[in-house]
């Protein structure tokens, strides 16, 4: 197995913000390449507890590795997707241990892994078959099955869905240029590989829009396809939900996002959560009863120094948000 290479962001400010301590427990709802998991076990010690879920094998196979290096022995590894993270941990941990759930950190960007790998499709710099699944084939957990391609996407899917996903997950204004050429590209074959959807997209824009030295004029197409592959946005407001029933008072929620669409989600849940009244405006005279079910730790979202973007410049649209349940 190739070595599943990603560097964690802004890990000590995660762990700072979780406040560990020997005896606590921990739940990583992101293993990507363990960076969090490995550094939270080592800080909660023997004495406490780190749950930790990915979706991909590879990133599990990777950590068993690690961990057995390490002989760290206070780890669970999970794969499923962390939309189940309320049944995973009451499968996992005594109910004891469940009613004591100190912290839980979301990193929700791509692996350095994922975006690496051949075979995958998350990368619109690599010529490799339309997949771009977290779970890295086509699959069943528990006799649930998962999987839905890209490549089903682009070339199953309706015309007026597809420019829904570019334009509302990719925020791309040229959402219908492009639905169309991939319309028409399919109708003459299956659209299969990613250098086949590069190709589209170049054809679907203007020369000023691909010469673009800032972002690829891919970038925001393949942001939408992989969100809507994965039902990502779905997926982070379930685990944001769970996570609020998961934590015990006084337990961190910590949360790292890419792009502003994850953001603008977990920015709004907070925010919503922390008030009085969540009524209408309306509404003259609050009737919701709506009790604050936490307080916000960052007033402004906290964004990576620039050395660690110098290090690792995939740190760069990093913002990290935390909330403490009430």
């Keep these: 197995m190739a070595e599943y290479k990603h560097i964690p962001v802004m890990l000590r400010e995660a762990l700072d913000f979780l406040l560990l301590s020997p005896g606590k427990n921990i739940i990583d709802c992101t293993l990507g390449g363990a960076g969090y998991t490995v550094a939270i076990a080592r800080e909660v010690g023997e004495k406490g507890s780190v749950l930790a879920i990915d979706l991909d094998s590879l990133a599990i196979e990777n950590a068993k590795k690690i961990i057995k290096e390490k002989e760290l022995k206070n780890i669970s590894l999970v794969q499923d997707n962390f939309k189940n993270v309320y049944q995973i941990t009451k499968k996992i941990w005594p109910e004891e241990q469940c009613k004591k759930v100190d912290g839980i950190v979301l990193d929700l960007g791509l692996s350095s892994a994922q975006l690496a790998d051949r075979n995958r499709g998350f990368s619109f710099q690599l010529d490799a078959p339309l997949e771009m699944l977290f779970g890295n084939i086509q699959y069943s957990i528990d006799n649930i099955q998962y999987g839905t391609r890209t490549k089903d996407i682009v070339n199953t899917w309706s015309e007026k869905e597809i420019e829904k996903i570019i334009k509302e997950y990719g925020e791309e204004r040229f959402a219908?240029?492009?639905?169309?050429?991939?319309?028409?590209?399919?109708?003459?074959?299956?659209?299969?590989?990613?250098?086949?959807?590069?190709?589209?997209?170049?054809k679907s824009v203007p020369g000023i829009y691909r010469n673009n030295k800032k972002i690829h004029f891919a970038t925001r197409t393949f942001q939408a396809m992989r969100i809507a592959t994965n039902d990502e946005l779905t997926s982070l407001k379930s685990v944001l939900l769970q996570s609020m029933e998961l934590l015990s008072p006084g337990g961190r929620l910590v949360v790292i996002s890419y792009h502003s669409l994850e953001d603008r989600?977990?920015?709004?849940?907070?925010?919503?959560?922390?008030?009085?009244?969540?009524?209408?405006?309306?509404?003259?005279?609050?009737?919701c009863n709506h009790k604050p079910s936490l307080k916000i730790i960052t007033k402004k979202a906290i964004l990576p120094c620039s050395e660690e973007i110098k290090n690792n410049p995939r740190a760069r649209s990093a913002k990290l948000r935390v909330v403490e349940k009430n």
């Design 265 to 287: 989600i977990v920015k709004h849940f907070f925010r919503n959560e922390a008030k009085e009244c969540i009524c209408p405006p309306e509404i003259p005279i609050c009737n």
């Design 176 to 202: 219908r240029s492009i639905t169309k050429g991939i319309v028409t590209a399919r109708k003459n074959g299956n659209i299969e590989t990613t250098k086949q959807l590069v190709d589209i997209i170049a």
